[in-house]
C-alpha cells in the first residue's frame, strides 16, 4: 500500500471507528433507539479510534519493527528540558493569559478561579492522560500522521491540514458533550494549537510522549478553569503563538534516526 493511500485510510479507519461509537450516542439521545451499553462506556471507547488506526496501519506498513518504534516514540522521556516545560505548563498558563485579557478587555471584574490542590491535579492529570484523548489521539496523530504530512509538506502545510482534520474528526462530540464554543471557534483554536504541537514534537526529537503531556495539561487544565468564558481570547492567542513560530526558522534538516531505525518510520522535520 502506498504511503499517501496508507495515510488517507488511516484517518478514514479513525473517524469511523470514533464515530461507530460517538454518532449512536447522539441518536440514542433523540429517542431513536436504546443504547445496548452504557453512554459514558461508548464515548470513552470512541477516543482510541486514532491509537487502533495508527496501530493496524503501522504493522501493515512496516511490520512489527514499525510497531515497536512507534511504541518507542510514546514512550521517549529523553528530550530537551525546555520541551518538557512547554508541553506541561504553556497549556495552562494560555488559559490564564486569556482569561485575564477577556477581564481587561471587556472591562469585568477577574474570573474567579477555583482553588485546585496539588493533589488534586496529581490524581487528575495521570486519569485525563490515560482516559481523557492524549492516549486515544497522540499516537495517532502525531506519531502516525504528522511524520507522513511532514514528508510530503513543510511543517507549516502539515500542521494546517492535521489541525483541520484534527477538528473535524471531534464534531460529534457538538451532539453528545458539554463542549466551550462553537465549532466554528474550536476550528479556528485547533490550527494554531496543531502548529504548537507541531513544534513541540518536532523539537523534543518526535517524541509522542511530549505530545501526550500536552494534550493532558491542556484537557486537564479544562477541567479546572472557566476557559469558555474566555475561549475566543485564547484562540488569538494561539494564532499571536502560532504567528511567532513563522517567523523563526522553519527550515526542515532531516532528523537522522538511528541505523537500526533506518527505513521503518518517516524521518520528522524540525521546526
Known amino acids: 500500500m ?41 464515548a ?19 511490520g512489527t ?29 494560555s488559559y490564564l493569559a486569556a482569561l485575564q485579557f477577556h477581564s481587561w478587555w471587556t472591562t469585568d471584574p477577574p474570573v474567579p478561579l477555583p482553588k485546585v ?15 481523557g484523548g492524549p492516549l486515544g489521539e497522540e499516537i495517532g496523530w502525531r506519531g502516525f500522521a504528522l511524520p507522513r504530512l511532514q514528508q510530503r509538506w513543510t511543517p507549516l502545510l502539515a500542521s494546517l491540514v492535521l489541525g483541520v482534520l484534527w477538528a473535524g474528526w471531534h464534531l460529534p462530540l457538538w451532539w453528545i458533550a458539554r463542549v466551550p464554543t ?10 494554531p494549537l496543531c502548529f504548537v504541537l507541531t513544534c513541540v514534537f518536532n523539537r523534543s526529537g518526535g517524541s509522542i510522549l511530549a505530545a501526550m503531556l500536552f494534550h493532558a495539561s491542556l484537557n486537564t487544565g479544562f477541567l479546572h478553569l472557566p476557559i469558555a468564558l474566555a475561549y475566543r481570547e485564547w484562540a488569538l492567542l ?4 502560532a504567528l511567532a513560530l513563522f517567523a523563526g526558522r522553519q527550515d526542515r534538516p532531516q532528523v537522522a534516526p538511528k541505523r537500526q531505525d533506518q527505513g521503518v518510520l518517516p524521518s520528522i522535520g524540525s521546526w
Open 2 to 42: 502506498g504511503r499517501s493511500r496508507s495515510l488517507i485510510s488511516f484517518f478514514v479507519l479513525a473517524y469511523t471507528l470514533t464515530w461507530l461509537c460517538w454518532l449512536p450516542i447522539a441518536a440514542a439521545r433523540a429517542g431513536w433507539f436504546r443504547l445496548p451499553v452504557p453512554e459514558d462506556r461508548l
Open 44 to 62: 470513552d471507547l470512541g477516543q482510541f479510534g486514532p491509537l487502533i488506526s495508527a496501530l493496524l496501519f503501522t504493522l501493515r506498513e512496516r
Open 65 to 93: 519493527a514499525g510497531l515497536k518504534l512507534l511504541i518507542r516514540a510514546a514512550l521517549r522521556w529523553r528530550m530537551n528540558p525546555l520541551w518538557l516545560l512547554v508541553a506541561l505548563f504553556f497549556p495552562p498558563l
Open 117 to 131: 490542590t496539588a493533589e488534586a491535579l496529581l490524581l487528575t492529570f495521570p486519569f485525563v492522560l490515560v482516559t
Open 182 to 191: 462553537s465549532f466554528g471557534w474550536y476550528l479556528a483554536s485547533m490550527i
Open 238 to 241: 494561539l494564532w499571536l503563538v
